[in-house]
């Protein structure tokens, strides 16, 4: 089971940083990766329609009328309404959204892990040491493994069969 200090171990591994125990740690490390943690991961995430952070979610109209967009959600990326800051506007009672939604690191994937401590070890860099070469090699490896990540993201799952399609039906 992966835990954000063993994501965060996993980054600061690759800067040649000892690996850090705890958030609560006192040490230079376990506080920039306490602070930045949240915040890379989740921009991770929202930045992609990532199967496995994609979640259908079903909202009904609060006593205002509005739905309200649960905490969760970094984004949504299908829905029945307009989206205004944290509500969605609709004329209907119920509506169903595609989003992305926080998920735990022991639900990442291996490609996304690997993607993830590179772009953790890129914020951590400039920080702990300042070496631009070592920064600029990170990020080509990043933009490397982003790709592949997306990639591989998006063959995991065939589910969409066009085996009845017309035009298809019609080649054959």
Known sequence: MLTKIDLCSMALLKLGEAPIQSFADDAATAKLARTLYDSVIN????????????????????????????????????????IVGNKILSDKNKISVW????????????????????????????????????FRMLVALYETELQTAKFLDSTTDMSNNISNFSLIDSRF
């Not at 990532?50 to 990326?77: C, H, M, Y």
């Not at 990442?108 to 070469?133: D, H, K, W």
């Open 43 to 82: 921009a991770l995430l929202a930045m992609h329609p990532w199967r496995f952070a994609t979640a259908q979610i079903e909202l009904v109209k609060n006593t205002d009328g509005d739905f309200v967009i649960p905490s969760d959600v970094l984004r949504i990326f299908k829905s029945d309404g307009k």
């Open 99 to 134: 989003a992305i939604v926080k998920t735990d690191s022991d639900n990442f994937p291996a490609y996304f892990v690997s993607m993830a401590a590179t772009r953790l070890a890129m914020e951590f860099c400039i920080p702990l040491s300042g070496n631009q070469n070592i």
